[in-house]
């Protein structure tokens, strides 16, 4: 008994020290993780998602803005096959300021309006839109695409106040993408939210470095980028595509893992519940506030603006959301897969704004050949064909009042910002 005491006094000192020094180590590895995150772009994309609630309108330049989004571009970095111009965008470079040789279009919005999954340059919707609209209008056509994946409409309209509005442009369209631009960054997702539940999510709300692991993790199960998406080798300058990308390029390779991606659509269908109607509808008029927000400045300054409705994979293809409802136990009885667009186009709408739902066309497309890619829920280079060609009738130079007046007095719309970059201010939406 007596040598007994001993021993457990000695184990229990020796578990206190072991937990002490564990403690101390996750200690300093959560400080060196916040520390590091600033400095390494990989880190920072597994610690920030579009789900973290991110206030944008203190923003006072591009480089800070850009600096708050989970990739936090910086110029000449390749991203997916192409240089990224000396404003950190997946586009031309440009010159700030009016183009007066020219109809300028400026493309807002998320990872659709940025790659399409990591669609060459030459096949995404904004480069075919270019082309279908340089044949049409008496003269060039410039559309520049301003997206950044993982954000949503608050993060667009406070770059318009940054940096779109000094591109004086003629219009503007804002891809708005169904499958999360509901709820990026949004402060209040209600029974909406994926953050909040279960104690994982727990962890990762208050630990960093907890929140990278679980997000690697997520990462490596996804199954990764198909190959040719990585592929970034040759010569080329801010603004330009790598050459060869293109051609390496293989659009048949899935994303992610089957199960991994029945998991980010049965996810995203929530928003479609029938249960949960009054919360979803408090959700679009915040989401429509902020949009219209944008569609008053972007007006003001003398630009046409056009909101573009990006369907979710879900929508367009009923029997992917078979299997995915099933996977989640539910049934599609339990949904109104319509309603995210019927319930924005009408609050948009009523609000005088301009509405492209391509979700009638892209159904009908998608009867005939696929329009996204293999288990990635963006467009195919086909869909992307289809979404500009819907687009550049809308905006036909022919037939639309977006081009009318531009072409009769050959002048670059309305431009009346303030060009000199002292006067960015934000703009609160209740």
């Known amino acids: 008994m007596t ?13 206190a020290f072991i937990a002490v020094e564990l403690l101390a180590l996750v200690v300093l590895v959560e400080v060196v993780v916040r520390l590091a995150e600033p400095r390494h772009r990989g880190l920072r994309m597994l610690l920030r998602a579009s789900t973290d609630t991110t206030d944008f309108s203190d923003a006072e330049t591009l480089p800070e803005l850009m600096g708050r989004t989970m990739l936090g571009f910086a110029p000449g970095t390749v991203q997916f096959g192409f240089v990224l111009n000396s404003r950190s965008f997946r586009t031309r470079e440009y010159e700030p300021g009016p183009a007066r040789d020219r109809f300028r279009v400026v493309a807002l919005g998320d990872s659709f309006t940025f790659a399409s999954g990591g669609l060459p340059h030459e096949d995404h919707w904004t480069t075919v839109l270019q082309a279908e609209l340089g044949g049409r209008a008496a003269r060039p056509v410039e559309v520049l695409r301003l997206g950044v994946p993982d954000t949503g409409p608050a993060f667009q309209l406070r770059l318009w106040q940054v ?6 442009p003629d219009a503007v369209v804002l891809a708005f993408f169904v499958g999360n631009d509901f709820v990026d960054h949004q402060p209040d997702r209600g029974p909406f939210a994926d953050d909040g539940r279960g104690l994982s999510a727990r962890f990762a709300s208050v630990s960093a470095a907890y929140r990278a692991l679980r ?19 040759g010569p080329a300058a801010p603004g330009e595509p790598v050459p060869g990308y293109r051609e390496a390029f293989d659009g048949g390779l899935p994303t992610f893992s089957e199960g991994r991606f029945l998991a980010i659509e049965a996810e995203r269908m929530a ?6 109607e009054a919360a979803f509808e408090a959700l679009a008029r915040r989401t429509a506030a902020v949009v219209e927000a944008l569609a008053v400045e972007v007006e003001a300054s003398g630009a046409s603006f056009v909101v573009m409705l990006i369907p979710d994979q879900y929508q367009v293809a009923p029997e992917l959301a078979e299997v995915a409802v099933r996977a989640a136990g539910r049934s599609l009885a339990d949904y109104d897969l319509e309603r995210p667009q019927r319930v924005l186009t009408a609050m948009l709408e009523a609000s005088g704004i301009r509405v492209l739902d391509l979700l009638p066309v892209l159904r009908e497309e998608a009867a005939a050949a696929p329009v996204y890619r293999p288990r990635d829920t963006h467009w195919n280079a086909r869909g992307n064909r289809i979404a500009a060609d819907a687009l550049a009738d809308l905006l036909d130079p022919g037939s639309a ?15 009346s910002a303030v060009e000199d970059g002292e006067n960015v201010r934000p703009i609160t939406v209740e």
């Open 401 to 415: 009042d977006v081009f009318a007046d531009d072409l009769e007095s050959g002048s670059a719309g309305g431009w």
């Open 215 to 233: 997000n690697l993790a997520r990462v490596a199960g996804a199954g990764g980028l198909a190959s040719a998406d990585r592929r970034e080798a």
């Open 271 to 276: 928003l479609c519940l029938s249960s949960e």
């Open 3 to 15: 040598r007994s005491g001993p021993r457990r006094r000695s184990r229990r000192r020796l578990a």
């Open 163 to 168: 940096e779109a509005s000094r591109l004086a």
